[in-house]
Structures are given as structure tokens and as C-alpha cells.
């Protein structure tokens, strides 16, 4: 929470940013908003007031379930629901897995709203924001249903596993696959860097894989290294 500020209160769970969100929204303007900044803007918006949709539902889904629900901070690498469910795989489960479904639930509905959009014609601004939402809505879901700790997905597979095994062991594996999956995009981040060619083929900027494959990295090997000790 150092370095925080309080953005809004909704539904009962403060919205904090950390002032390094700023410091992102600065430095991919200057690479991607110097054509046409007011879309700039209103695309990083969006995306970020998807990443608040996601955490929210993190949020309700594990008050549902009866656990504590702190709040939610926003910084460069996305978005972060305190949330604590209770110690049961069926409450982890569920908790984890409502932050990919609320993106899922917004494909549908972006998709409806661009057909409707070129069935009465709207102009090439809207199409290109409401093909943004889809896309970006995909890009969120794929990316945190992958089974790689701290991912969504990852910690679902923990969830599953805790069913069959003791959650330490459970978080050592969805841990370890963490570590190879974190390694991996740094590699492709770096190689995409080096080789512009390459870097057009991935999904994000080659740095941006880069710095999230390393989060993800030290992420999972604590975690591991956490889990390890307990087994």
C-alpha cells in the first residue's frame, strides 16, 4: 500500500492506484499516443477499467463464500484483489476463478455491441474501440487461465490439486510450473527485443513480456521456495 492513493469506494471495496501506474500511462504514451492521443487515453482507460471489473470479481466472489475482502490496487503489471477466502479448495476455486469469468462474460457482450455498431454504420473510431475491448477482454482471460502460479490459472490448478493432495504440495506444483512459464517469456521478451521481427509476433511489447515474465519469475520462486519448507 505504500505509495498508494484511494481512487474510489464501490460496493463497499476501495480502489487504491500505486503512483508507478503513472509512471506506465507516461512511458507508453510516449511510444504509442503521439498520433492520436485522446484514443491513447481512452484504450489505457479501458483497459484498466477492465482490470478493476476482473479484481472486483475476485472480490465478490470471495465475500460470497464468506471470506475477508480488502481491497483492490491498481499498478503497471495490472491489478490486485486482498482477498483472503476461507481454507477450503472449493472457496480458492471459486474466488480465483470469477476474475477470468467476469472477462469472459465481456466478450460476448463486446462482440454484440460491434455488430450492432457496424449494422447501423458507426464510424471507424468505434469499431476499432469496441474491436480493442474484445480483444484485449481475450487477451485478459487466455493469459490469466494459463496454469502458471501467480496467474489466475495457476492458482486454480491449485485449487484443483488441493482436492487430491495437501495445499502446500498443491502450491509447490502450480509453483514450479510458474517458474518455467515466467522463464519463458523473459526469453521470448528479450529475443523479441533484440529481434524486431520476432517482437511483432507477440501478443505484447517484447520489454512489457519481458518485465511480466520476471514478476511472474520471483513471484513463483518465493512462493515455491514457501511451500517447499511447509511439505
Same mark, same amino acid.
Given at each position: 500500500?505504500?505509495?498508494?492513493?484511494?481512487?474510489?469506494?464501490?460496493?463497499g +471495496?476501495?480502489?487504491?492506484?500505486?503512483w508507478?501506474?503513472?509512471?506506465?500511462? $507516461?512511458?507508453?504514451?510516449?511510444?504509442?499516443?503521439?498520433?492520436? !492521443?485522446?484514443?491513447?487515453?481512452? $484504450?489505457?482507460?479501458?483497459?484498466?477499467?477492465?482490470?478493476?471489473?476482473?479484481?472486483?470479481?475476485?472480490?465478490?466472489?470471495?465475500?460470497?463464500?464468506?471470506?475477508?475482502?480488502?481491497?483492490?490496487v491498481?499498478?503497471?503489471l495490472g #491489478?490486485?484483489?486482498?482477498?483472503?477466502?476461507? !481454507?477450503?479448495?472449493?472457496?480458492?476455486?471459486w474466488t480465483?476463478?470469477a476474475g477470468?469469468?467476469?472477462?469472459?462474460? =465481456? &466478450? !460476448?457482450l463486446? +462482440?454484440?455491441?460491434?455488430?450492432?455498431?457496424g449494422?447501423?454504420?458507426?464510424?471507424?473510431?468505434?469499431?476499432?474501440?469496441?474491436?480493442?475491448?474484445?480483444? +484485449?477482454?481475450i487477451l485478459?482471460?487466455?493469459?490469466?487461465? &494459463?496454469?502458471?502460479y501467480?496467474?489466475?490459472?495457476?492458482?486454480?490448478?491449485?485449487?484443483?490439486?488441493?482436492?487430491?493432495? !495437501?495445499?502446500?504440495?498443491?502450491?509447490?506444483?502450480s509453483?514450479?510450473? #510458474?517458474l518455467?512459464?515466467?522463464?519463458?517469456?523473459?526469453?521470448?521478451? =528479450?529475443?523479441?527485443?533484440?529481434?524486431?521481427?520476432?517482437g511483432?509476433?507477440?501478443?505484447?511489447t517484447?520489454l512489457w513480456?519481458?518485465?511480466?515474465?520476471?514478476? &511472474?519469475?520471483?513471484?513463483?520462486?518465493?512462493?515455491?521456495?514457501?511451500?517447499?519448507?511447509?511439505?
Open positions: 500500500m505504500s505509495g498508494s492513493w484511494r481512487i474510489f469506494r464501490a460496493l +471495496i476501495d480502489v487504491y492506484v500505486h508507478s501506474w503513472f509512471i506506465a500511462l $507516461l512511458i507508453f504514451f510516449q511510444l504509442f499516443g503521439g498520433d492520436n !492521443p485522446a484514443l491513447f487515453l481512452l $484504450l489505457f482507460g479501458t483497459l484498466f477499467g477492465v482490470v478493476v471489473l476482473h479484481e472486483y470479481g475476485h472480490a465478490l466472489a470471495c465475500r460470497s463464500v464468506g471470506g475477508h475482502v480488502g481491497h483492490i491498481l499498478w503497471p #491489478g490486485i484483489a486482498f482477498v483472503q477466502p476461507p !481454507p477450503r479448495p472449493s472457496a480458492l476455486l480465483i476463478a477470468p469469468l467476469v472477462n469472459l462474460a =465481456l &466478450i !460476448p463486446g +462482440i454484440g455491441a460491434l455488430l450492432a455498431a449494422a447501423v454504420g458507426a464510424g471507424e473510431a468505434i469499431v476499432m474501440y469496441l474491436n480493442w475491448f474484445v480483444y +484485449i477482454n485478459l482471460f487466455l493469459f490469466n487461465m &494459463i496454469p502458471a501467480p496467474l489466475d490459472g495457476g492458482q486454480i490448478l491449485q485449487a484443483v490439486l488441493w482436492y487430491f493432495m !495437501p495445499r502446500a504440495r498443491a502450491i509447490s506444483y509453483a514450479a510450473i #510458474g518455467g512459464f515466467g522463464g519463458l517469456m523473459v526469453a521470448f521478451g =528479450l529475443i523479441g527485443h533484440i529481434n524486431p521481427e520476432i511483432r509476433t507477440l501478443p505484447i517484447p513480456m519481458a518485465i511480466l515474465g520476471a514478476f &511472474i519469475t520471483m513471484e513463483a520462486y518465493k512462493t515455491f521456495l514457501m511451500a517447499k519448507n511447509r511439505i
